[in-house]
């Protein structure tokens, strides 16, 4: 097949055209029907395939060294493996991100109902800066993105988004891969959320001695992040107009955080994932204390959100929630979504979770 691939979005914002003589033709193209087709160029392989964390989809040669296949993944963001003989290949012939604590190969196919939700074309762009901060919890320096929208001025008090990734992912994941900003973008251009920073820290922490801790990063919120971000940017430093939510992983980092210091939060999001923890191995759980308190809780927060796909697969966790939470006359908004445990879901979590915050 004679096409120019282009390598997509994730590494380069202008997708980049590679040179035949080098590259080969090769690459990835999501078709009008939303089926995606493959082009790679493994010259020696008996095989090479597509594997979507255990659906396997295989790619035919069909010369010159070239293998091609076109399948309906499903639609949204979706990470697969690139396998040649049994061996993950990370190419970068198709779109990269990072997720399942490493670089991934990805393929986003559009959603009809999601269409122009993160539109570029029209409208004003935040921007989105990098930061390095120091722990006295880790004892290291720290990195966080933030974003600020498109007309933010030091002379104007903004509230704060606090907003989490999931387990294997990065600080990276809400911009790359949720959109978050772009999706800010388009509500604020429409009036439909308040201008508001938003802060994505990197929850995959490591303590002072080099171990993996994810435990941590609740109190890197509390003791570093805070007082990092409102001594450097223009913020209203209460309660009621500070905000935490996350994903998965990202989704009990807020339940600890925020149900530990009602008197920090006054919105919490929990995006596919957990109020309580989901390995029975957890022990005691003390934040869940101000939910046996009803009238404390409900004059805590004004908004306190549960999302899940309908397809997670983390799915008996929430229902468990549900369960624990029944009964108790809590202000609790619940929804659910078309979808999995993936970046689809999440997205659709963000879009309806910022308009209810500082209103």
Aim: glycine share 10%; aromatic share 12%; hydrophobic share 35%.
């Amino acid at each position: 097949m004679e096409k120019a691939w282009p390598l997509d979005v994730s590494v380069s914002f202008d997708p980049y055209v590679g040179e035949p003589n080098r590259d080969g033709v090769q690459g990835v193209e999501v078709l009008p029907d939303g089926q995606v087709h493959f082009r790679v160029i493994a010259p020696n392989a008996k095989e090479v395939v597509i594997d979507q964390f255990g659906h396997i989809s295989p790619l035919s040669p069909v010369g010159d060294g070239a293998w091609e296949g076109t399948f309906d993944l499903g639609k949204g963001f979706l990470y697969f493996f690139l396998k040649i003989d049994g061996a993950d290949v990370l190419s970068p012939y198709l779109p990269i991100g990072y997720g399942c604590c490493r670089p991934m190969n990805f393929v986003d196919v559009p959603v009809p109902d999601m269409q122009g939700w993160d539109d570029l074309d029209g409208i004003e762009h935040g921007a989105v800066s990098r930061h390095y901060y120091p722990s006295s919890v880790t004892g290291k320096q720290e990195i966080c993105l933030v974003y600020t929208p498109p007309r933010y001025t030091p002379e104007k008090k903004y509230p704060v988004l606090y907003l989490q990734h999931g387990y294997g992912e990065n600080e990276t994941g809400w911009i790359y891969q949720g959109h978050a900003g772009r999706i800010a973008d388009v509500l604020i251009s429409e009036n439909k959320m308040e201008e508001m920073i938003i802060v994505m820290a990197n929850g995959m922490a490591v303590s002072a001695d080099g171990t993996p801790d994810r435990a941590l990063l609740p109190r890197i919120v509390v003791t570093d992040l805070i007082p990092f971000i409102e001594s450097r940017y223009s913020v209203n430093p209460d309660k009621w107009h500070r905000a935490m939510a996350g994903l998965s992983m990202g989704s009990f980092h807020t339940s600890i955080t925020t149900l530990s210091h009602p008197e920090l939060f006054g919105y919490a999001g929990i995006f596919s994932g957990f109020i309580r923890s989901p390995f029975p191995q957890a022990g005691d759980q003390p934040h869940l204390a101000i939910l046996g308190d009803s009238e404390r809780f409900n004059a805590s927060y004004k908004v306190f959100y549960r999302a899940m796909g309908t397809e997670d697969q983390f799915w008996d966790s929430f229902a468990k929630d549900d369960e624990f939470l029944s009964g108790k006359p809590l202000n609790i908004i619940r929804e659910c979504f078309p979808g999995g445990h993936d970046w689809t879901v999440w997205r659709r979590c963000l879009r309806s979770f910022l308009p209810r915050l500082f209103r």
